[in-house]
């Protein structure tokens, strides 16, 4: 329910306007004049004020520009007279006002309203995750708030008191697709640790030749050749007391995985052409977008491994199934990208909001981050629209179970009145379950979701 200050000097149409609005579950307050307004409106700001643009004594049009001055961020629609519409929808667009073509039935005039509504709910939005106080997980980079994100922080908050006498934490294996903030969440994690003022050391294990990688994490003594004239001490110690990170552990070949199961092991390390070995205090996170389980049964991946780095397995959720991450992260990297170029955050029109919502984002969160800054380099002005965003409006429609139809058994008789979709996907997860005799699993890979997604459905439902 809104609150909303009508503004109308002719009685008939005033009253039918606010019958109508009111029916939708408004508080309507009325006006008939424009100073009548302004008295309503320092009673108490109201979500949106409509307003006609023939008014006696101050026009609607003076009433609005008046409002601007204090009330910048209110909503506002005027009724603008077909006389005037070329002349004002200009100035209108300019000042970020909505407009409708007087005179309006009182079913447009409702729909108008709902629109506006709806659009500063997602700007209201956009500042709340803007201004709102951030938590120790939120200031090491962990941004949104759909229910895997706020998983996530609750399970980092978990593991940053969970430590070994030595001061270790146990080793934590990160999964989900390319591009959903592996490693940022790796570093998050180090951040909220009491470990966050020791090293943090990035291993990206398709970036060096194998035999470079070795000497690279285990160090050398000095020896007679071009590279090695001096001693030098490996990665892992280099970590010591902090964290040292795999990324894209699924790539590192077998012979460098049965030394790192060693060192894992023996929490000791032996720098190449030394005898001494050194012990080491240090936590070892791992992360990959490759199916591990797979790797081991096809013995690309040694299983000893594997269950050594599967102590603590956090799976990241794609981007595509957390919804109410997307314009916070958007949001973000506004900010960052702006700082970056030295200019201040522009806003997101409507259209690109409707955009960043529809995308399906294959790239997860690094095509977010991406298409951001791509639209500011192109568009330094103070407003992104969704042709700035360049991007195709496809949230994916199709089963990703090929041969998957949708039967008369779905159809909706709208004959009966409004049906509210949460019933329609209700129906949809029951159908799922029976099919699948209660297989979460199976039925989530039916509904082309994620296990968290789906089980988050379940819990929003009371389907459990």
């Not at 009182?106 to 709806?118: F, G, I, S, V």
């Not at 001490?233 to 010591?240: P, R, T, V």
């Not at 919502?357 to 981050?369: D, F, I, K, T």
């Amino acid at each position: 329910m809104a609150d909303i200050v009508l503004v109308e000097h002719e009685a008939v149409t005033r009253q039918n306007f606010a019958k109508t609005l009111e029916r939708d579950d408004h508080q309507v307050r009325v006006a008939e004049s424009a100073e009548d307004a302004l008295a309503l409106v320092a009673q108490g700001l109201p979500d949106l004020l409509i307003a006609e643009q023939q008014l006696p004594g101050m026009s609607g049009d003076e009433l609005l520009a008046t409002l601007r001055t204090t009330y910048a961020a209110m909503a506002t629609i005027l009724l603008v007279t077909h006389d005037r519409f070329e002349q004002t929808v200009g100035s209108l667009r300019s000042s970020g006002a909505e407009y409708l073509r007087s005179p309006a039935t009182p079913a447009e005039l409702l729909l108008a309203a709902q629109d506006c509504l709806q659009r500063e709910a997602l700007r209201r939005q956009l500042h709340y995750y803007r201004d709102g106080d951030l938590s120790s997980s939120d200031a090491a980079g962990i941004v949104g708030n759909s229910p895997s994100t706020q998983r996530l922080r609750s399970v980092i908050s978990r593991l940053a008191s969970l430590e070994k006498k030595d001061g270790v934490g146990p080793t934590i294996l990160l999964t989900g697709e390319t591009g959903t903030g592996k490693g940022l969440t790796a570093r998050a994690i180090h951040k909220t640790s009491a470990r966050r003022d020791a090293p943090f050391i990035e291993v990206r294990c398709t970036a060096m030749p194998d035999s470079r990688l070795e000497a690279e994490l285990m160090g050398y003594e000095r020896r007679d050749s071009p590279e090695a004239r001096s001693a030098k001490a490996g990665l892992f110690e280099a970590a010591e007391g902090g964290t040292i990170f795999f990324d894209e552990i699924g790539r590192m070949k077998t012979i460098l995985q049965s030394k790192l199961l060693k060192i894992i092991d023996d929490r000791s390390v032996r720098r190449l052409g030394s005898t001494r070995d050194r012990a080491i205090h240090t936590t070892i996170i791992t992360a990959t977008h490759l199916d591990l389980e797979q790797m081991v049964r096809d013995g690309s991946f040694l299983h000893d491994l594997y269950h050594r780095i599967n102590v603590v397995k956090i799976e990241l959720s794609p981007l595509r199934n957390r919804d109410d991450d997307v314009l916070a992260l958007a949001d973000c990297f506004l900010r960052s990208h702006s700082g970056d170029y030295g200019m201040d955050p522009p806003r997101l029109s409507d259209g690109a909001i409707s955009a960043l919502r529809n995308h399906s984002w294959p790239g997860n969160v690094r095509e977010l981050s991406h298409t951001i800054e791509r639209a500011l380099a192109g568009n330094p002005g103070p407003v992104l629209t969704e042709h700035d965003l360049a991007l195709a409006s496809r949230r994916d429609g199709v089963s990703p179970m090929t041969g998957a139809t949708v039967d008369a058994s779905l159809q909706i008789d709208f004959t009966q009145g409004p049906v509210r979709i949460e019933d329609v996907e209700v129906r949809m997860i029951k159908n799922a379950m029976e099919f699948t005799g209660g297989n979460q699993a199976k039925s989530a890979r039916l509904l082309g979701l994620s296990r968290d997604a789906f089980r988050y459905r379940l819990e929003k439902h009371g389907l459990r």
